[in-house]
C-alpha cells in the first residue's frame, strides 16, 4: 500500500501505524487513517480486532511500535497521555469510586488549575448538559449504570477537549438505554463540534451514530465508509457478514462481463451479480444478498429480476418483520425479511414459494 | 374462609390497606412477622448447630483463658490460703497477722502484738509446709525474702515470748517496715498491687504509691520501646510491601502466581529456620560482615554489629512480618481496576497525582487492615526478639515470658499482658473512630 503523505486536513491522522506487544505477531497491522474535524469515526470490529489497541495507542496508554500519529498536525507518539488533551470515556465508566459526582468532573479542572469559582461554574454547566445536575452531591456507587455513563460522558467533556475517545462505552447497559444513549451522545457530539472516535463491537450502534465507520478484523481495516456505503456495498465478504444480517450463496464465478459476473451457484442455478472482488472466470464466490431485498411474491419486480423455487424451513413472527428461513439453492439458512403489512401472508413450514431480487442487490465476493 | 382462600392475595392487599391494625398479615390470617420467623426457624437452627462447634471452642480457648488472665493479675492467694499439693484442701494462713493489718492502718510501727500474731501464723504455715510458697509471695514484691520465710517457719516452735525479740533473733530483717508494708499488700488475695509492679510503681511503708528508684524500673521503658518497635516495624512493612503488593497486583498472571509463591515461601517455612538463617547472615561473623570484610569495605575488627542488638529484631521482625502486610494491600489493589489511573491520566493527572489523588485513597483500607494487623502481632511478639534481639532488643512479651517461666511470678506476667491487652484494644477503638471498622479489608 502506498505509504499515505501528511493529509493538511486531517485532525487525527494514523500514518503506516504498527503494533506488536511480543515482538512476534503484529495486533495492528499497517494502520492509515485520517479522521476529520468535527468527525464521528467509529471502529467497529470483533474482539481482538485491533480497534481498542489503535483507541489506546491514540489516547497515549499504548505506544505505537511503528509509524506516526499525529493529532491537528503535531506528532504525539512521545507526548504523554495527561498532555494530550484527550477526553477519554471507559466502558466501566472509570468513575473514581472515592470522590463525589463533583469531585469527579471537578478533577480534570483542578489538574490545570482552575480556579474554585470557574470549576464550579464548568461542573454544574457539564451535569446540566447531561441531566444530572441533580446528583452532584452523590457518589459514583449511588447512581444507575445509565447515570454514571451520563456522568463519564460529562467528566470526559468538561474540560472542553476537541477530541473524545470512547471504548465500548454502552457495553454494559441495557438494550434499551443503550439505544437512547446512542441519540443522546450523537445529539451532544453534533452540538458541541466535537470530534468522536468510538470503538464498539455493536454494528447497530456503529450505524446510528457515525458519520464513518473502520471495519477492522484482523489487525487490518477491511472498509471504511459511511454507513449507508457500508451496509449497501460491503467491500468484502467478511464486511458483508458482519454488518447487519446476510444471506451467502456459494458458487463460482462463469463469466464477468459489462460490470455483471455470471455465477452458477453450486445446486446448479446460474445467476447475474454485481462483481465486488472477485477477479475472473473459476473464481470460488460468496454471493451477498440482504434478507429485506428478497422479495416472497417476484411478480412486481422488473423482467431482470432472479427467481428461484425455495421450500419454507420455519416461520418467526418478530412483532415489526416476519423472518421466514427457506431451503434455497443447497441452503437451508436463508433468511427473508418482510415487514408486518395488512396483506402479508404467513408461510407455513413445508410450503413451497418463488423468491427473487433484482441483480444489483446481489454481490459476488471474495470465498 | 372458604372466601379468602380463593382468593389469598385479597386478604394481604386488605391487610396491606390497613396498616393501623398492626402489621401485614398472611392470607390464612396470621402475622406476617410470625409466619416469617417459622418458615426461616428451620434454617437459623441448623445454621446455629454449625456454628455451635466454634462458638463453643472460641469460648474454651479464647474468652475462658483470657478471663483467667485477668483475674489471675489482681488475685494471688499466696499469703492468704494454702492448697495442699495432694489433697486439694484450702486452709486460711496468716490469719493472725492479717486481722493485725485491718486493725492498724499502714504506717503503723509493729508492735509486740503484730509479732505476737506472725508467730502464731508461723506455727501453722510450719504444720501446713507452707513457708515456701508464702515466702514466695512476699518475694515477688521484695527480694531475698524468701529464704527468711523459710527459715523463721523452722523455727516457729522455738519461739517464746516476747515474741518481738525472739522474731528479731531470727533475722533482724523482721524489724525492716517495708517488708511488713509489703506483707501488709498481700494481705488481700485482691490486689491491684501487680498493676503497679507493671507500670515501675510500689508502695512505700506507709502504704503510698511511688515510683521504684530508677535503677529498678524496667516495665514503662519495655512498653515505650515494644510500642515503638512496632511503629518502626509496621512501618517499614508498609514502605517494602507497597510496592510489592503493587506488582502482585498488575503482573500477567504467570508472573504474579510465582511472585506470590515467594510471598507465601515464609508462611511455609518454620518461624524457628527464618530467625536461625538471619543469625547466620547478619551476625558479627556472618555472611553479610564476612562480605563485607572480604570485598574490603570493613576491616575485620570494624565488623557491624547486627545482631543480638535492637537491629536484629527490627529486621528479623520486619521479614517475618512482610507477608501481614502485603496480603491485605494486596487484596485492595487487585480489584483496583486499572481504568481508574487511565482515566485520570487522560482527564490531564500527572502519574504521580494520578497515584496520590486515585490510586493510593482506594487502597487505604488495605494500609489499615496490614498496619494493625501488623502492629498487634509485632506488640506481642515473642520468639524472634528472644533469639535475636540481645539485651536492648527484647520486648515486653519477652519479660512476660520470663515471668511466667523462671521468676514465676503469673500474677505480674497476668498484668503485663492484660496492659497490652488494653492497649491493643485502645488502638483498636481509635482505629475505627479515625478510620472505621468497616473500612478494613483483610482480603
Given amino acids: ?367 | 374462609m372458604t372466601e379468602t382462600a380463593a382468593d389469598p392475595h385479597a386478604a394481604v392487599a386488605i391487610n396491606a390497606g390497613g396498616v393501623s391494625s398492626g402489621g401485614l398479615t398472611t392470607a390464612d390470617g396470621r402475622p406476617l412477622k410470625a409466619a416469617l420467623a417459622a418458615a426461616q426457624s428451620h434454617a437459623k437452627r441448623r445454621a446455629f448447630l454449625l456454628v455451635l462447634p466454634l462458638l463453643l471452642f472460641v469460648l474454651i480457648t479464647f474468652v475462658f483463658p483470657i478471663g483467667q488472665m485477668l483475674h489471675q493479675s489482681v488475685y494471688n492467694p499466696g499469703f492468704t490460703t494454702n492448697v495442699d499439693v495432694i489433697t486439694k484442701e484450702e486452709t486460711p494462713i496468716m490469719v493472725n497477722v492479717r486481722n493485725w493489718f485491718d486493725a492498724n492502718p499502714p504506717g503503723t510501727e509493729p508492735d509486740e502484738a503484730a509479732f505476737e500474731a506472725l508467730a502464731k501464723d508461723f506455727l501453722l504455715v510450719d504444720e501446713l509446709r507452707a513457708a515456701g510458697s508464702v515466702g514466695t509471695r512476699i518475694n515477688y514484691d521484695m527480694s531475698g525474702t524468701r529464704s527468711l520465710f523459710t527459715k523463721t517457719a523452722r523455727k516457729a516452735e522455738d519461739l517464746q515470748p516476747p515474741y518481738k525479740e525472739a522474731m528479731l533473733d531470727i533475722d533482724e530483717e523482721w524489724g525492716d517496715p517495708e517488708l511488713w508494708a509489703v506483707m501488709r499488700g498481700a494481705s488481700s488475695a485482691y490486689t491491684a498491687n501487680f498493676y503497679l509492679a507493671a507500670i515501675d510503681l510500689t508502695r512505700n511503708a506507709q502504704g503510698e504509691i511511688v515510683k521504684v528508684p530508677d535503677d529498678r524500673s524496667l516495665y514503662i521503658k519495655l512498653f515505650v520501646r515494644t510500642l515503638l518497635l512496632s511503629l518502626l516495624i509496621t512501618f517499614l512493612t508498609f514502605v517494602l510491601a507497597y510496592p510489592v503488593a503493587h506488582l502482585l497486583a498488575t503482573l500477567p498472571l504467570r508472573y504474579s502466581n510465582l511472585l506470590m509463591i515467594f510471598v507465601l515461601l515464609p508462611f511455609w517455612t518454620s518461624l524457628l529456620v527464618r530467625t536461625t538463617s538471619w543469625m547466620v547472615l547478619l551476625q558479627s561473623q556472618g555472611v553479610i560482615n564476612d562480605a563485607l570484610v572480604a570485598g574490603g569495605l570493613l576491616s575485620d575488627d570494624g565488623r557491624i554489629q547486627m545482631m543480638y542488638n535492637q537491629t536484629g529484631t527490627i529486621i528479623a521482625m520486619t521479614h517475618i512480618l512482610l507477608p501481614f502486610m502485603i496480603l491485605p494491600l494486596y487484596s485492595v489493589m487487585r480489584p483496583i481496576n486499572p481504568s481508574y489511573v487511565r482515566a485520570a491520566r487522560s482527564l490531564g493527572a500527572t502519574s504521580w497525582t494520578a497515584f496520590r489523588r486515585i490510586y493510593f485513597p482506594q487502597t487505604v483500607p488495605g494500609i489499615g487492615a496490614g498496619a494493625l494487623l501488623v502492629f498487634i502481632l509485632a506488640v506481642g511478639y515473642y520468639i524472634t526478639p528472644a533469639l535475636v534481639g540481645g539485651a536492648d532488643g527484647q520486648l515486653i512479651s519477652n519479660l512476660i515470658a520470663f515471668h511466667m517461666t523462671k521468676s514465676l511470678n503469673w500474677s505480674l506476667a497476668a498484668a503485663l499482658a492484660s496492659i497490652l491487652l488494653a492497649g491493643i484494644l485502645l488502638l483498636y477503638w481509635l482505629y475505627d473512630r479515625l478510620i472505621g471498622i468497616d473500612n478494613l479489608k483483610l482480603g
Fill in chain 1, 1 to 367: 500500500m502506498a505509504a499515505s503523505a501528511q493529509d493538511a486536513s486531517a485532525f487525527v491522522q494514523y500514518d503506516r501505524v504498527q503494533k506488536s506487544y511480543d515482538g512476534e505477531t503484529l495486533v495492528v497491522k499497517d494502520l492509515n487513517l485520517s479522521i476529520g474535524k468535527g468527525e464521528f469515526l467509529t471502529m467497529l470490529g470483533p474482539s481482538g480486532s485491533g480497534k481498542t489497541t489503535c483507541l489506546m495507542m491514540l489516547a497515549g496508554f499504548e505506544t505505537a511500535t511503528n509509524g506516526e500519529i499525529r493529532l491537528d498536525g503535531r506528532e504525539i507518539n512521545n507526548i504523554p497521555p495527561h498532555k494530550r488533551g484527550i477526553g477519554m470515556v471507559f466502558q466501566n465508566y472509570a468513575l473514581f469510586p472515592h470522590m463525589t459526582i463533583n469531585e469527579n468532573l471537578s478533577f480534570p479542572l483542578e489538574v490545570r488549575g482552575m480556579g474554585k469559582d470557574e470549576r464550579e461554574e464548568k461542573v454544574r454547566r457539564a451535569l446540566d448538559m447531561v441531566e444530572m445536575g441533580r446528583f452532584g452531591a452523590r457518589r459514583p456507587a449511588q447512581l444507575s449504570g445509565g447515570q454514571q455513563q451520563r456522568v463519564a460522558l460529562a467528566r470526559a467533556l468538561v474540560f472542553e477537549p476537541a477530541l473524545v475517545l470512547m471504548d465500548e462505552p454502552l457495553g454494559a447497559l441495557d438494550k434499551q438505554l443503550r439505544e437512547q444513549m446512542q441519540f443522546e451522545i450523537k445529539h451532544i457530539s453534533d452540538r458541541l463540534g466535537i470530534t468522536v472516535v468510538y470503538v464498539t463491537h455493536d454494528q447497530t450502534e456503529a450505524l446510528t451514530m457515525s458519520d464513518r465507520v473502520a471495519v477492522f478484523e484482523d489487525g487490518r481495516i477491511q472498509q471504511l465508509a459511511a454507513p449507508d456505503e457500508l451496509y449497501e456495498r460491503p467491500c468484502n465478504s467478511f464486511v458483508a457478514q458482519f454488518i447487519g444480517e446476510n444471506n451467502t450463496l456459494l458458487g463460482k464465478v462463469e463469466n464477468i462481463q459489462g460490470g455483471i459476473a455470471t455465477v452458477r451457484l453450486d445446486s446448479g442455478d446460474v445467476i447475474d451479480t454485481v462483481p465486488v472482488n472477485v477477479e475472473r472466470a473459476g473464481d470460488r464466490t460468496r454471493v451477498s444478498i440482504r434478507p429485506e431485498r428478497v422479495e416472497i411474491n417476484p411478480g412486481h419486480l422488473g423482467a431482470n429480476a432472479h427467481t428461484l423455487e425455495a421450500e419454507v424451513q420455519e416461520f418467526i413472527y418478530m412483532g415489526d418483520v416476519f423472518r421466514t428461513r427457506l431451503k434455497v439453492a443447497g441452503s437451508d439458512d436463508f433468511i427473508v425479511k418482510t415487514r408486518n403489512q395488512h396483506n402479508q401472508q404467513r408461510l407455513q413450514p413445508g410450503q413451497k414459494v418463488r423468491i427473487g431480487w433484482v441483480p444489483e442487490d446481489c454481490r459476488a465476493l471474495d470465498a
